[in-house]
Nanobody, 121 residues
Framework: QVQLVESGGGSVQAGGALRLSCAAS???????MAWFRQAPGQEREGVAI????????YYADSVKGRFTISQDNAKNTLFLQMNSLKPEDTAMYYC???????????????WGQGTQVTVSS
């Protein structure tokens, strides 16, 4: 079992930055950890994925060069550093864990409650 709790969301102006955190209550070795986001009325979208074992990272094209996913293994914490934020980044952001690499939210076994990110123009 992996319990996930996100934090760090807020409201910023376009061009600003936020760092999201996801605290995991269980050891995530062997999992892929991911950040998803979902705006009202839209599909849940994969943002970034990290192999919790190897540290390999993967990004959606829309955030490449702006967002960085990372982890602190000692603290069982996942991060998403978001720079150069755009209004279209506005969404509820969720962290999630899956046993296999994939971009589909259907394949993720564990989810946090979400943290809201709002970017104004």
């Amino acid at each position: 079992q992996v319990q996930l709790v996100e934090s760090g969301g807020g409201s910023v102006q376009a061009g600003g930055a936020l760092r999201l955190s996801c605290a995991a209550s269980a050891y995530t070795f062997g999992y892929y950890m991911a950040w998803f986001r979902q705006a009202p009325g839209q599909e849940r979208e994969g943002v970034a994925i990290i192999n919790a074992n190897s540290g390999s990272t993967y990004y959606a094209d829309s955030v490449k060069g702006r967002f960085t996913i990372s982890q602190d293994n000692a603290k069982n914490t996942l991060f998403l550093q978001m720079n150069s934020l755009k209004p279209e980044d506005t969404a509820m952001y969720y962290c999630a864990a899956a046993r296999f690499f994939n971009w589909s939210p259907r394949e993720y076994n564990y989810w946090g409650q979400g943290t809201q990110v709002t970017v104004s123009s």
